[in-house]
């Protein structure tokens, strides 16, 4: 009997279940996102969709994944969409490996994006599995599912954003210097920061939430005097002094976002600046706000965002200042490990995904090895072929594949090729 003829039976034969999937992906065009071709996010989509694509809005983010606010969808025989990836994953559960399926069900853990950031994104966090269960049941219609939501950013471009609270001496340095946060928040509350020491890590952090919770609830019309305020010092100041990269920042975060407490809470973030190749990842209860560039994103499979500042949507300050670990210092930057010939590896301290970077030259080739869990293949440059032993197809950018588990792919190339892999953190595959 031929293969093609082989009846079905738990997930599909082995062949046909190990064969890669095309995809075509979603799109969001969130207002600050990049305008047209000048997006990142545009060049992809347009090469991955059919769509009429219109060149003078927003492109912020394409989704790779089963998340129902942005599915991807299996590419029909005659280039439409076909199923959805999880109604697909729903009827070929092995496809995910026993490990995966066990863990997390008939669906990936992890989504995968591309953003092209024209202007910064919300100060905001993301709830751990406990809030993010209590808040979807509270208000489902804001936070759409129950997962909580680490995440990873690896710069395709320069990339900067906002993570983190500074350390200790840092944020002792600008209570002194910027008197507007004094201002806002009192007086003997600011004057705590002196007396804790970096030892005393709960009292820091009880010292740190009071001092950022009041001056996120700032009354609208202070906080407009005192951003005004804060504004015509800045200005004064560069007269006589360069400004440092911080106080810049808040400048422009001010014309983008006027009156807006998250230009004065920016002081309390440490601003990270990464060159393509470096990554940046969040945990649950981490403030942050990405601010300009593009990079591939990776998280848990979820949309919950609290939000604070620097945005037009709702804001939920109360549960954002009540929900932050309030740890201090710098994060860590990943600048991935090189784990074979032309790819790179960058894994988080996460279960639910790592990221994996393939620079293979012109007429080169190189080998992913099999995994016992699914990946995400996106081609973001150049032109290729990659070939499983249940299948062999050309590929350029644009392209996005799903990889079932346990499926080896060759890759050579036909021009230079860049081709990002995102799946299942390796430590949750292969524990010690």
């Not at 065009?29 to 997006?39: A, H, L, N, T, V």
């Not at 995440?151 to 002194?176: D, H, N, R, W």
């Not at 032309?342 to 080739?365: G, K, W």
Request: proline share 6%; aromatic share 8%; hydrophobic share 35%.
């Amino acid at each position: 009997m031929e293969i093609a003829t082989v009846v079905k039976a738990n997930g599909g034969c082995e062949a046909d279940r190990r064969r890669l999937r095309r995809l075509r992906c979603s799109v969001k065009d969130y207002d600050w996102g990049k305008i047209g071709s000048d997006s990142l996010v545009y060049r992809v989509y347009a090469a991955n969709s059919d769509d009429q694509i219109d060149p003078t809005r927003p492109y912020a983010e394409l989704w790779m994944g089963t998340h129902e606010s942005g599915p991807s969808y299996l590419e029909d025989a005659d280039g439409s969409n076909g199923v959805t990836l999880r109604s697909w994953i729903t009827e070929n559960p092995k496809s995910l490996g026993d490990r995966v399926l066990e863990k997390w069900g008939c669906d990936l853990p992890f989504l995968f994006k591309v953003l092209s950031v024209a202007r910064p994104l919300s100060i905001q966090a993301h709830p751990d599995k406990k809030l993010a269960k209590k808040m979807h049941k509270a208000h489902p219609n804001l936070y759409k599912d129950d997962n909580h939501k680490p995440e990873m950013a690896l710069a395709y471009t320069q990339f900067e954003a906002l993570c983190g609270f500074i350390p200790l001496q840092e944020l002792k340095s600008v209570i002194q210097a910027i008197p507007e946060i004094e201002e806002l928040v009192g007086s003997e509350e600011a004057n705590q920061v002196f007396c804790i020491s970096e030892h005393d890590e709960e009292k820091v952090k009880s010292v740190v939430r009071t001092i950022f919770t009041l001056l996120m609830s700032a009354d609208p019309d202070t906080t407009k005097k005192i951003v005004s305020k804060l504004k015509r010092r800045l200005h004064m100041d560069s007269q006589e002094r360069q400004l440092t990269d911080k106080e810049r920042l808040v400048l422009k975060l001010e014309k983008q976002y006027p009156n807006d407490i998250g230009v004065i809470s920016a002081f309390f973030f440490n601003y990270v600046k990464l060159n393509p190749g470096e990554a940046l990842y969040l945990g649950a209860n981490e403030p942050h706000a990405y601010l300009f560039g593009e990079c591939l994103e990776v998280m848990a499979t979820s949309d919950n965002v609290v939000r604070a500042g620097l945005t037009s949507k709702p804001l939920d300050i109360q549960t954002l200042c009540s929900m932050l670990s309030y740890k201090l210092g710098y994060p860590e930057i990943l600048k991935g490990s090189r784990i074979r010939p032309y790819i790179t590896r960058y894994l988080p301290p996460f279960e639910e995904f790592e990221v994996d970077l393939c620079d293979l030259p012109s007429a080169a080739s190189t080998v992913f090895p099999s995994v016992p869990g699914p990946s995400l293949l996106l081609v973001l440059q150049g032109e290729g072929r990659m070939s499983t032993e249940a299948s062999a197809d050309g590929i350029s950018m644009g392209d996005v594949l799903f990889v079932p588990a346990d499926t080896e792919i060759h890759l050579r190339s036909s021009s230079d090729l860049k081709l990002y892999r995102a799946g299942i953190n390796s430590r949750f595959l292969y524990p010690l």
